[in-house]
Structure formats: C-alpha cells, structure tokens
C-alpha cells in the first residue's frame, strides 16, 4: 500500500512537471513563431513601401523636371521680361478682373495654350507661370481642375524659393481647385534678374491611384496627412507632429483650415515585440514601414495589421494540450508498463514458489518429510548415469523398522506414524547433505549414499542403527525404542548392471540381517 501511493504521487509529480515543461516549450516555440511573423510582416511592409516610393519618385520626376527646362525657353523669359518686368507689383483688380484683362491677351493667351498642350501630352494636373509679383499670367491645366489665372501665389513657398532663384517644391492644397497636391517651381531669369516662375502641380490623388494598400498613407513635412487610401484620415495628423507648433495663420493660409484631428499612432507596449504599433485604436498590433521621397518633402507610411498574430496564443494553448496530454499518455503507458512487468514479474515468483512447492510435495513423502519412492528412484538413477560419466562409486542402503507391526497394533497408526517421522528425524541428522533417503513403502526406507561403498557405507549404516537403537519417542505417554536392520549394496559398474540389481541385492542384504536377529547391518559385498 506504501509503495503505491508512494508509485502514484511520483506518477504524478513527473506529470506535473511534464506539463510545466510542456508550457514553457509552447511558449518558447509559439514566441518564436511570433517573431519569425512579425520580422516577415515588416520586411513585407518595407519592400512594399519602397515599391511604392519607387512608383511615385518615377511619376513625380517629369513634373519636377519641366519648370527648371521651361523657365530657360527664351521665347518664355522675353515674353515676362518685356511684359511685366522685375518691378511689377500685384495687381491692385480684383481677381475676376484680373484674369479677364490677362485671358484677353493675345500673347499670353498664346502662351497658355502651349502650357494646355503639354499638360494634355504630359498628363499633369496643371503647369502655370507667374510673373515676378507672384501673379499668374497663363496656365494649363486639367479637364477637372478649375481655371486660376490671375490668381496671386506670391505667399507660397515654392515662388519664395524661386524668387530666390532656387527651384522649389511643396505640398499645398490647391487655392482655387481645393486640391492636395506637389507643387515644383523654377525660376525665370533675365540677364541674372527674377522676372517670374514656372510651376506645375501633380494631385496626389493622380500618383496613388494604383496603390491599393488599405494601410497606405502620406504625410507633408508638418505630419499632417495628404493622401490615404481612408479618407476620413485626410488633413488629420500624426501624434506630436509639427503643424501643433505652426501659427493658426499660416494653418489657414495653407491647408484652408486650422483644427487638425489626430490619429492614434502609438506603440503597441509589447515589450517582446517594439516594432507593433497601436492605429485608430484597433486592438490588433500593426508594423509600420516609412519612406521618405527624394526630393519632396512628403513620407510615406504603410500600416499592416497583423491579424494573425492572435491566433498565435490560441495555437499556443493548443500546443500545450497536444504536448502535456501526449506526455501525460506516455507516462501513464510507461507506468502501466512497469506495473505490469512489476506484477507479472511478482505473479512469475509466486508462480514459482508454487511450483516448488509443488516440486517438493510432488517429491516428498507427505508424513515423514524424506524423499518419496518415486524421487528416490529418480536420484538414483540420475547417480547411475553420472557415474558413466565420471565413474565415482555409491551405495544403497536398505532400512527397515523392527517388528514395527506389533507398534501399530500396540499404539495404532498414530503411535506408528510418530515413530516412523521420529526415525527420518534421527537418519537424517548422521546423513550428508548430497545423501538422500527415501521411504520405499510402510516402514521400508532406503539411503543413497554418494561417493561412498566398502567401509564407508557399512560405517555411516552402523551409525544410523546405533542411533535409532539409543533413541526414543514418546507415544500415548509411554517411551518407545524401536530398532532398525540395514542391508548395503554397492554399484559394481557392470555391463549388465542396472537399478534394479542394485535394490535387489540391498533387499537380500537386509533379508540377511533380518534373519541374523535384526538390529543389525549386513553388507551384500561381505
């Protein structure tokens, strides 16, 4: 019962400990898998993003390029030189008028067909040029874009920059289309002298709109969102971005507003994993990809929501159950294993025991103790072949008790079964251990005497008579001595010699001893 319950609490001490093994193994593998996702899902991100970058840099390259190969046409700089000059001031008309008087000029009428032209065979959202007051003076532009000649940009940064005879660039929202858009100028010069600016403009609704990407988005140098492909995200902003430090003035004059809503973009917390991001306050992480393009002075976000990354713990659990239940089974079959060999092993030794037992009692005289007829033979006979082999002598002795019928008749059969258990008592003591007696039959007994004939064997017979003669036993309260007549033979090794022989000629012996008075020993070979 101890062993048991001490089998059953190390059962279940190893399970436990398989199962908290099996735990942190799960983990350790479902983080790993975690990881190799996540790292995956970035570099998926980031590629995308410089595809992306790639696809815009390449449409916003020739918008870029006209103003700077425009603004050296000769016939352009003659043109703003002689019409309006380096000193021409902002028109004080109001813009209707404005533009009325400039559409209804032949030459700059001229001109803005020309800039209609290559818009139509370019595909850009608009190309115009300004004089040197910031006024502009022709354009052209898209079928979906409103006309803005006459129109004064003189506050933009793209004509500051290249009133400073640089080329500029911006994003801004369109004055009169309302449009976003990348704004690039370059500057007209007259003999090293600014007499206006080309510019052109290309909608970011243009160059995106091959990108499909949900989590696609572009932000200006202020962080404010210009382009997404959710458009309840644009002019929102970014989380600490640079248009909160911008005056409400300058917000107005370029985004047309002044209140910007921000997003929620913010570190996911997990401390494992610092690349996952929080987004519009969705409970799955996403990974963020940036690139910033060349040349402008816009960024590219891309935002992947990493909608598998949960499943990830459910596997985990799962995992756990496979690997604890299957470590579970097996211990439980190991147990069962050893129970069962320890139990068979247990039921093998009582099986054997039995079967000694049953050995001895199928071997053993049932009141005396001493080897049966049947074993005795069978000892005797394996003694014969062993001396064919090795040819070592033995003898036999023939025993029988004296006048043992007047005991039965005196005492009964119990009386003589205490006599016939207190003689094998009494031989037994004066024989070797690889001596054997037997009783034959009644009161009929016989000795093997191993390695053993001639005086040998008539000296142990004299013995064992001698012994049985002194002793007593005690029957029904009275002491009874009985006597006992020995007959020897000795195994003569003859070719025709055999077991049988050999009893015959130790019966004949103890016929001898009988007749001789009894209580004697007579050897066959004398």
Known sequence: MVNAKISTTVLFALAGFWCLFAWFASGHYSERREGAYIAHEIQAAQSNVDLISASIDRQIALTRAIPTVMASEPWLVQQLSKKFGTSVKRSPLSMPEHSKNLLADPQLSQLAGRLQGMVDRIGLSSLFVMNAAGDCVAEGHSTASSGFTGVNYADRKYFLEAQKGLNGHQFAVGRVTGAYGLFYSAPVLSENQFVGAVATRIDLAKISQSISEPGFLITDENGVIIHAQDKELLMCALPKAKIFEIPNSVREARYKRQLFATVELLPFGDKKHSQLFHWKSERQPYVLAT?????????????????????????????????????????????????????????????????????????????????NRRHFLEVLDAERIRWSRYTEPFSVLALDLDHFKQINDRYGHPGGDAVLCHFVTEVQKLLRPTDLLGRMGGEEFAVLLTHTTGADAAATAERVRARISESSVLVGGETVKVTVSIGIAHWQGHDAENIDDLLKRSDEALYLAKNAGRNRVHDYGT
């Not at 910033?292 to 499943?311: C, F, M, N, P, Q």
């Open 291 to 371: 690139q910033h393009i060349s040349d402008t002075e816009v960024t590219i976000y891309l935002l992947k929501a990493l909608g598998e990354l949960s499943s990830f713990h459910n596997q985990r659990i799962s995992w756990f159950a496979l690997l604890a239940l299957s470590g579970v089974a097996i211990l439980l079959l190991l147990s069962g294993t050893l129970l069962f060999f320890k139990r068979n092993k247990a039921h093998l030794q009582k099986l054997a025991q039995i079967n000694e037992l049953l050995a001895e009692q199928a071997n053993t005289d049932a009141l005396t103790g001493c080897a």
